[in-house]
Each structure stands twice: as structure tokens, then as C-alpha cells.
């Protein structure tokens, strides 16, 4: 389904939620795209399980190093330290607008639309998030609902949002679906 096609997951060099970052991989490269792992440093990144280290992995690319272009769509994997990370890192902000300048497909997860309300990219769209982001969500324009998973077509680009680790299955296959269109 996505024989051909290169997908970003873009995280912080500590705080992704380790499970968000390995499933939708797992996912891409069965459907077989490619998943490139973005950071703003080199090296590795420490992913975790909560609050508790879990595994470390190799970063494929800096955000200096790409952009938009490289990719056909990106994944944003939550936790909540991971996008707070990248919401202040003004390089994260503009690859993440890139994909949306472009209309190529995007997912976030759990605590990753903070990265997408830095952005100023989630006006008059429909979208979940972990509970907690309602708010801010709501303040920067979109309509937040309560499921598993939403999948937004407003804009030009298709912007696919969901809760929490229980949803990644869901998530997942929306994903590969609009990654695969």
C-alpha cells in the first residue's frame, strides 16, 4: 500500500511515549512504507513509558537536515514532554508547517497537537487529542471531540488526531490510510 513513500516521526531528543512512536512504525513498515526518525538533535532519543526511561532510538534525520519535501507525510508521536519540547523549538514548528503548506498527510497523537497548536495549523479543523489539550485546542480554533479516532480533511491536507495508547490500533490504520491515498 505504501511501497515507494518515506514517513517522518518527529520527536524531541527525550520525552516521546515510547509506545506512540513504535506502533505507527510498526504499521508503516508492514504497509510497506519507510519510517524515517526526525529529532532536532542528532544521536539518539530516549523515549519512555509514562514517567519511566524505556528504549533509545537512532535518529535518521535533524530537522535542519530536511524538510517537508523529503516525506510523504509525518507522524507525531505524544508523551507529554515530547511536544512541549518541540512547540518551543522554532525549527520542529516550521517542518511541521511544511507538511501542511504542502497538503501532505499528518498524524498526531495523544499530547502531539500542542506541537500542531504552535504551528497555528489546527483552525476550523475537527480533532481529538489526550483530554487535557480541550482547551488549547479550542482556543486555537479547532473543534475538539472525544474519539478514538478523527480523521480531518479540512484544508487541503488530511490530519489524523487520536487520544491515548488504547486508540494506536485505530490510529495506525488511519494513518496508513491517508499516507497511502
Request: net charge negative; with cysteine; glycine share 8%.
Amino acid at each position: 500500500m505504501m511501497d515507494g513513500k518515506t514517513i517522518a516521526f518527529l520527536v524531541a531528543p527525550e520525552g516521546v511515549e515510547e509506545v506512540e512512536l513504535t506502533e505507527p512504525w510498526k504499521a508503516v513498515k508492514q504497509a510497506g512504507g519507510t519510517p524515517k526518525l526526525v529529532s532536532t538533535d542528532s544521536g539518539r532519543i530516549q523515549a519512555f513509558n509514562h514517567l519511566d526511561k524505556a528504549g533509545s532510538y537512532a535518529v535518521d534525520a535533524t530537522v535542519d537536515e530536511v524538510s517537508a519535501s523529503d516525506f510523504d507525510g509525518l507522524v507525531l508521536p505524544g508523551g507529554v514532554a515530547n511536544p512541549d519540547f518541540l512547540r518551543m523549538d522554532d525549527r520542529a514548528v516550521g517542518f511541521v508547517r511544511g507538511f501542511f503548506e504542502a497538503g501532505k498527510p499528518v498524524a498526531a497523537i495523544c499530547h502531539a497537537p500542542w506541537t500542531l497548536v504552535e504551528a497555528d495549523v489546527v483552525r476550523g479543523r475537527t480533532m481529538t487529542s489526550w483530554p487535557s489539550l480541550r482547551t488549547d485546542l479550542g482556543n486555537a480554533g479547532a473543534t475538539w471531540v472525544d474519539k478514538e479516532v478523527v480523521v480531518d480533511t479540512h484544508n487541503g491536507n488530511v490530519l489524523v488526531t487520536s487520544r491515548k495508547p488504547d486508540d494506536l490500533k485505530a490510529f495506525s490504520q488511519a494513518a496508513v490510510d491517508a499516507f497511502s491515498a
